[in-house]
């Protein structure tokens, strides 16, 4: 009770803060999203993620190189395929020489210390931009699994360290975990994308891809309600996710992340595994814009997000600030 407490005197000034402060960041705790593209000394500029590129094989050996150096030790792959590869089933996801299964053969090639976590689902490969094949105008769960499981076992071949579903199929963790052990990459792990909300901040991840859900001639839903969540909705990411780790999932993750650090905290309160959040495209856009029109400061807001994904309970951040803030953090 004042006056004998006096919360300032914690406060008085950067050596007291430094001392008694809760949450700290660094590089380890970050992992860098990567988009990849075919050809050679490509880096294209995706105009709604300022900063971030699609990057040819050669270009991201180098980027993983850099990283690397930096202190981050996980990249997730996504990759740009050609419009002439996609068909319903997304076929081109268990090519063995596929432009993801080289991505991760070439990560580790120049970089073996680095956690390779591939993204699997079937959006980048399906004609019809979702995450699931599309039947009689529905997202058919049952037939997509079978699709998840050839796809992650590819991903394992060429060296995958874990697995990251992220498409909210029902049931896919249990059948990767099965699928995985069959074939005999009992080790290698499964990040899942637990708590995946169908929310509007994925618009420029979905730029950098053309992957966003296509109108057809036949039925296509027109958006991931049916299969992310519906963001009205607390208990519901708890059972995704205490769910998730019963199927056998090693990582769990909640995304995106700022709008979302109730339910970050929540399911840390739950579980006894690493929790992941993922700060979206949308999120990383918006400090970008705001910055731009010189309306808040980009190094300042982007460490206060960051700091408050991981006061609320992220053991690792997946964003497209990692390299920029690893740069702060190592000076
Ligand atoms: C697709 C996938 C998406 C993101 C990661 N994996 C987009 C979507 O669900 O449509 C979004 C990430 C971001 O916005 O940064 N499986």
Redesign the pocket.
């Known amino acids: 009770m004042f006056p004998l407490q006096r919360d300032r005197r914690l406060r008085k000034n950067q050596s007291i803060r430094s001392i008694v402060q809760e949450t700290r960041l660094s590089p380890a705790d970050f992992m860098f999203?990567v988009f990849i593209c075919e050809g050679e000394k490509q880096r294209i500029s995706i105009p709604s993620l300022p900063g971030i590129f699609r990057m040819s094989i050669d270009e991201l050996q180098r980027e993983a190189q850099e990283i690397y150096q930096l202190g981050i030790r996980a990249i997730n792959i996504?990759v740009k395929v050609d419009d002439r590869l996609k068909d319903n089933i997304g076929t081109e996801a268990w090519n063995p020489n596929g432009l993801m299964q080289k991505a991760i053969r070439a990560i580790k090639e120049v970089c073996p210390e680095m956690i390779v976590m591939p993204?699997v689902?079937l959006?980048p490969y399906s004609m019809y931009g979702h995450?699931g094949i599309v039947k009689n105008g529905k997202i058919e769960n049952d037939l997509t699994l079978d699709a998840l499981v050839k796809m992650a076992v590819s991903q394992a071949e060429a060296g995958a360290d874990f697995v990251a579903p992220?498409?909210m199929m029902d049931g896919r963790v249990l059948r990767l975990r099965k699928g995985l052990d069959s074939a005999g990459f009992s080790d290698v792990g499964i990040l899942s994308y637990s708590a995946k909300y169908a929310s509007a901040?994925?618009g420029?991840?979905?730029d950098a891809l053309d992957?966003a859900p296509k109108t057809s001639d036949v039925e296509v839903p027109k958006n991931?309600k049916t299969y992310?969540m519906d963001f009205a909705n607390r208990i519901e990411a708890l059972r995704e996710t205490l769910k998730d780790i019963e199927e056998g999932a090693d990582i769990v993750m909640v995304k995106p992340g700022t709008s979302y650090l109730d339910i970050v905290r929540e399911v840390k309160d739950h579980v006894h595994i690493p929790v992941a959040v993922?700060q979206?495209?949308?999120e990383y856009a918006m400090v970008k814009a705001g910055s731009e029109k010189g309306w808040i400061d980009h190094d300042q807001v982007m460490m206060e997000q960051l700091m408050c994904i991981k006061r609320a309970g992220a053991s690792l951040i997946t964003t497209y600030f990692a390299k920029e803030a690893a740069v702060l953090l190592n000076k």
Do not use: I, M, N, T
């Open positions: 999203p996504y993204d689902a959006d995450d992220s498409d901040l994925y420029p991840f979905r992957s991931k992310q993922y979206v495209s949308g």
